[in-house]
């Protein structure tokens, strides 16, 4: 019959060692008896072999969790030297993730074992995300702009966190220790919350596709945004003088009464082309978004809105100084950009106002920016008409289901004429005099 065990000295004179055997025939690594007396060091390997409790270190009082036994001993060999289909590997990871003593296992070739920053980048990368794909196919479809940003934030705030990490072991934890990131100093509540969603909305997307273990990202402390207030607009008192100020870009003039007076997007004033300017009213049926260039309007409805006599002929002016207009033909932009297939940037809207409004020392310029034309419009508008659903017939703010219900009441052409009426007595008279005033007019 073999021996349970063998002792052994690595020195004369030194402490006995012992061995014990194992189910399949082999020897177990050595375990330090603690003594140099061959008698009391074999009473101690019965000891172990009996109570099945062979302590970690024999010098040192260790906890009862972490003794062994022959079992636990043979289980381990086993792990060393058994072959392990993935199923099997995969039960042994799912038992310790069950019992708690993993948080999650992480095995080669699996969805959880691909880079972090990879999974992060293909997310927001629009043409590629199938976050994207899915959103679409649901009818929620999200901008090329959104996407950029996060996309942005990945490279900026993220990549030093996240390197060399696998997916399946980002947790709630590595996520919270952004808060502890320098660059994070002074940035706005809004973005620092922009810059966390940037990693948990693809994390909470991967658990749900079973692409990781690991959950919870939910309960990571949240950023505070303060709510919106409401945005400013400028006074209609001081509309007049905005217009009649110094404007060192004519075009970015124009551009601004046109949203004034109709209400008009961003993208959407940079969208207008000849085919779309009619005498009375702009079909407004595109946008123009830097990524993508030239796309369906906010909400994907076409609409008209009304302009005056002035404005139509300022605006066909402002089409003649378009050096593309011949090659272009009904396709030429009316705010036309660098290149024949672009109209210019509307960061010139911006900039152009507030210089504008910085010029008749208004308070705060940097608080009034293009879309606050919207907002006037709409506020000055309802002074004037009080049925919400022509102003929205002709601003697009076509709400859900219930306005859609309400506006199929509405006859198109009487919106149109009671918006235009509305729109000229409130803005005719500063839009000619800025025409006249500044040679814009045909």
Request: with cysteine.
């Amino acid at each position: 019959m073999a021996e349970l065990f063998y002792l052994t000295t690595r020195r004369h004179g030194g402490n006995y060692y012992v061995k014990f055997r194992l189910e399949d025939g082999s020897l177990s690594s050595m375990k330090c008896t603690g003594t140099s007396n061959y008698a009391e060091a074999k009473k101690i390997a019965y000891t172990w072999l009996t109570t099945g409790n062979i302590p970690a270190r024999s010098n040192a009082k260790v906890p009862d969790q972490d003794k062994t036994n022959l079992e636990k001993i043979n289980f381990l060999n086993k792990l060393k030297t058994l072959d392990f289909n993935f199923s099997d590997v995969q039960s042994i990871v799912d038992i310790l993730v069950d019992r708690k003593y993993l948080v999650s296992g992480i095995i080669r070739a699996t969805p959880e074992s691909r880079d972090a920053l990879e999974f992060f980048n293909e997310f927001w990368d629009y043409e590629n995300s199938p976050y994207a794909k899915e959103n679409k196919v649901l009818g929620s479809e999200l901008s090329h702009s959104y996407f950029a940003t996060a996309k942005g934030r990945i490279k900026n705030y993220w990549s030093k966190h996240f390197e060399g990490r696998f997916l399946g072991e980002i947790t709630p934890d590595d996520v919270a220790a952004i808060y502890q990131d320098p660059k994070l100093e002074g940035l706005a509540p809004k973005t620092v919350k922009g810059i966390v969603d940037a990693v948990t909305v693809p994390l909470r997307w991967a658990y749900q596709k079973h692409l990781t273990q690991m959950t919870g990202f939910d309960n990571i402390p949240h950023v505070k945004v303060k709510a919106v207030n409401e945005r400013k607009i400028v006074p209609m008192q001081s509309v007049p003088d905005v217009f009649s100020a110094k404007w060192e870009n004519e075009m970015c003039r124009l551009a601004n009464l046109v949203a004034m007076y109709t209400g008009m997007r961003a993208g959407e004033v940079q969208a207008i082309r000849l085919e779309d300017l009619f005498e009375d009213h702009i079909h407004v049926s595109h946008s123009w978004d830097k990524y993508v260039g030239l796309k369906s309007t906010k909400n994907g409805e076409e609409r008209d809105c009304p302009i005056s006599k002035d404005l139509h002929e300022a605006l066909l002016n402002q089409l003649e100084f378009n050096p593309w207009k011949v090659q272009e033909g009904q396709k030429a932009f009316i705010f036309f950009g660098d290149k024949p297939e672009k109209p210019v940037s509307q960061r010139g809207f911006n900039k152009y106002l507030q210089r504008a409004l910085e010029d008749i020392g208004y308070e705060n310029p940097k608080s009034i920016t293009f879309h606050c034309w919207r907002h006037e419009f709409c506020t000055e508008a309802k002074r004037l008409v009080h049925d919400d659903r022509m102003i929205r017939e002709v601003s697009g703010h076509k709400t859900q289901q219930m306005f859609e219900h309400y506006s199929k009441h509405i006859e198109h052409d009487e919106s149109l004429k009671t918006m235009g009426k509305a729109a000229e007595q409130l803005f005719g008279n500063i839009v000619t005099k800025t025409l006249k005033r500044h040679g814009m007019e045909a």
